[in-house]
């Protein structure tokens, strides 16, 4: 659906936000994907709440940033400008 060249979300999707849950299990997912998929592994250094997507078919919460580090050595890690439940 397009109106006036912009594109219409129905509203169904929008409400379909990431819960922690899901997140948690997403970067497992995204994790495993980066390591053998090249062009997926630069879109999470790029553009991470873009992968997020791609892997969960949901955006991140509004507000909640996410960043993927290219690790120097060892495995990928992600951070969160959004505080856990056991830092509160």
């Known amino acids: 659906m397009e109106?006036?060249?912009?594109?219409l979300i129905p509203l169904e999707k929008e409400a379909a936000i990431l819960t922690e849950e899901e997140l948690r299990k997403a970067i497992t997912k995204i994790f495993k994907r980066s390591q053998t998929d090249l062009e997926f592994r630069k879109l999470c250094l790029i553009n991470p709440s873009e992968a997020?997507?791609?892997?969960?078919?949901?955006p991140l919460p509004e507000g909640v940033k996410i960043k993927f580090l290219?690790?120097?050595t060892?495995?990928?890690r992600a951070e969160s400008d959004k505080p856990s439940v056991d830092d509160e």
């Open 3 to 7: 109106a006036n060249g912009a594109r």
């Open 52 to 58: 997020v997507l791609q892997v969960c078919g949901k």
């Open 70 to 72: 290219e690790p120097e």
């Open 74 to 76: 060892g495995s990928p």
